[in-house]
């Protein structure tokens, strides 16, 4: 066994430092009572409501430190270290995927449009809001399970996905989102590269996310930003997205390229995107700027280098000021900026959903989040026996069963080796169920294509994982 195996298949310890036909959620049986556990209620007139917080708040972890697993592995790989799992969140990593889906409606407003350049815009914004959710998110998802699989419908968005772990060793989950009018299709994979720095933890999404227009034949393809997590020996955990995100139409040949810019030694970069929109012939057409935590917004070019020119002299004149944080000596989180600056005769092209009031005792969840391991009415019928919403350890987890939780977390890894094994003494190779590796036709990579036929609900040939 590898050391990459070694991680993913890694015991949790706690540890203390002192039918075929489609069916639709139309079709759903009316609410039920015994579903009061997962924190839905109905309204007075009878129709139900998604959720608006978790069963139970988020659990401690202020008896547990993260130095106190990395102290006794010192020299070990990070892809050896077993971490607690009250470092979880309650969601899989499946789950966590699908919040790309969040802000859909710049999709949907992307497919309305006559113009490339605006519509490329517009698809810029949903690749940074697809990354949003991620700040103050420092708990970890739970690894997903080979097999394991999840679906999500939103026919108010108008919008389904499936999601499955299409392998363990490396870790690479693929999903695939489909308008339920046939305007678009969203697709791609994720293998989660991690990285140990000292102080931090460093984790290269790698995979690329394919959108396709289908009303106007038009497909983006981009890859995310890198994601680091600061302070994990001692402090304050805190977020960071960085790297170039590089967003091409291959049909037009408009390009888009993003900048998101790491805090830097003053903080005063700190979430910040800056980027711009070229033709086919290479000529800017718009700058991009905002914050991946906030908003973004578009300007012409010339009025943003003349911005650029009189900041540069002092004599920028900005809608609210924008504080500058204290030098940093430490990986201690800069002081947040109040806003962005915007630029005269900007166009607004996103901004950030607010999240709830309590969300800080809810992991930190977006209002969309706090409802992913939801099972609404009449679900559990319709669920493939692989989906996310039926596994016991992210259950109990979300109910703050925390014993609960590491007991069936153990259980299910270990049933998961024990069935690698028995294929490994068969010569049995692993199929997957939903996706097959194929070539992506857009840039002619190889990439996990959706096959079909999940929302048959046909699941005869799932597998038992749980």
């Known amino acids: 066994m590898n050391s990459e195996e070694e991680f993913y298949d890694a015991e949790t310890g706690l540890e203390s430092d002192d039918d075929s036909c489609e069916v639709n959620f139309e079709d759903a049986l009316v609410y039920d009572s015994k579903h009061s556990s997962n924190a839905s209620t109905p309204q007075e007139n009878g129709v139900w409501e998604r959720r608006k917080t978790l069963p139970a708040p988020m659990i401690s972890r202020c008896d547990y430190s993260v130095w106190g697993i990395l102290k006794k592995c010192i020299g070990m790989e990070l892809s050896k270290i077993t971490m607690p799992i009250v470092f979880n969140e309650p969601l899989s990593f499946l789950q966590r995927m699908s919040e790309y889906m969040e802000h859909t ?185 905002g914050k991946w935590t906030e908003c973004m917004y578009s300007v012409e070019p010339k009025v943003y280098e003349a911005n650029k020119k009189k900041a540069e002299k002092g004599n920028v004149k900005k809608n609210k000021p924008e504080p500058s944080a204290g030098e940093q000596e430490t990986e201690n989180m800069p002081e947040v900026q109040e806003t962005v600056s915007v630029i005269t005769g900007s166009t607004l092209l996103w901004r950030i959903t607010p999240r709830p009031a309590h969300s800080e005792e809810m992991y930190n969840f977006t209002s969309f989040t706090m409802t992913l391991n939801e099972l609404e009415p009449g679900m559990e019928r319709l669920l493939a026996p692989t989906d996310c919403r039926r596994r016991p350890d992210v259950r109990a987890m979300e109910n703050g069963d925390l014993d609960t939780a590491s007991v069936e977390k153990d259980r299910l890894e270990e049933k998961q080796r024990a069935a690698r094994k028995e294929r490994s003494k068969d010569e049995e190779e692993w199929s997957t169920r939903w996706f097959r590796l194929g070539t992506n036709p857009h840039t002619g990579a190889q990439d996990l294509l959706y096959t079909g036929g999940y929302f048959d609900r046909n699941y005869t040939d799932c597998p038992n994982i749980y």
């Open 105 to 289: 409606y710049l999709i949907h407003k992307a497919c309305t449009l006559s113009d490339s350049i605006d519509r490329m815009q517009v698809v810029a914004a949903f690749a940074v809001s697809s990354v949003a959710s991620q700040w103050d998110r420092t708990g970890k998802p739970f690894n997903p399970l080979l097999g394991e699989t999840y679906e999500l419908t939103r026919e108010d968005e108008g919008y389904r996905l499936i999601s499955e772990q299409v392998s363990h060793h490396p870790p690479i989950s693929a999903f695939h989102a489909q308008s339920l009018k046939q305007e678009f299709e969203f697709h791609g994979s994720i293998y989660p590269k991690l990285k140990f720095w000292g102080k931090s933890v460093e984790a290269e999404p790698k995979g690329t996310m394919t959108l396709e227009l289908l009303k106007h034949k038009e497909a983006y393809t981009w890859t995310n930003p890198l994601c680091c997590v600061h302070n994990i020996i001692m402090g304050k955990l805190w977020i960071e997205q960085y790297g170039t995100v590089e967003i091409v139409n291959h049909n037009t040949g408009d390009k888009c390229v993003l900048n998101f810019k790491p805090c830097g030694m003053f903080g005063k970069d700190l979430h910040k995107v800056e980027g711009y929109i070229q033709d086919k012939s290479k000529k800017k057409r718009r700058v991009l700027y």
